[in-house]
């Protein structure tokens, strides 16, 4: 079975100099309505990326498990009982 899309389906793949027209083209634009300074300044980055959302919900998830340990500890559960037979007198 052959799978190929006939050529005239299938869209042209630009060359790498015509993507570099397009980037300078939009780069221009870009230096046009924001003015040339503001748009050689680098943009900071503003949030997570998906990596970085892995390795902060594992670390979360490590810290939720490492409080727990200690919570149900009996010297915290001990300790915790105590503070609250005193608060209630």
Same mark, same amino acid.
């Given at each position: 079975?052959?799978?190929?899309?006939?050529?005239?389906?299938?869209?042209?793949?630009?060359?790498?100099a015509q993507l570099r027209?397009?980037? &300078?083209?939009?780069a221009a634009i870009l230096?046009? *309505?924001? @003015?040339?300074? /503001? !748009?050689?300044?680098p943009v900071p980055d503003?949030?997570?990326?998906?990596?970085?959302?892995?390795?902060?919900?594992?670390?979360?998830?490590?810290? &939720?498990?490492?409080?727990?340990?200690?919570?149900? *500890?009996? @010297?915290?559960? /001990? !300790?915790?009982?105590?503070?609250?037979?005193?608060?209630?007198?």
């Amino acid at each position: 079975m052959d799978t190929t899309v006939p050529a005239a389906i299938r869209p042209p793949v630009p060359a790498p100099a015509q993507l570099r027209d397009v980037d &300078a083209d939009a780069a221009a634009i870009l230096a046009e *309505s924001v @003015g040339a300074e /503001a !748009a050689r300044r680098p943009v900071p980055d503003a949030g997570m990326n998906t990596a970085e959302y892995a390795v902060g919900t594992l670390a979360a998830v490590a810290f &939720a498990g490492l409080l727990l340990k200690v919570l149900t *500890s009996d @010297g915290v559960q /001990a !300790a915790l009982a105590g503070v609250i037979q005193r608060a209630l007198g």
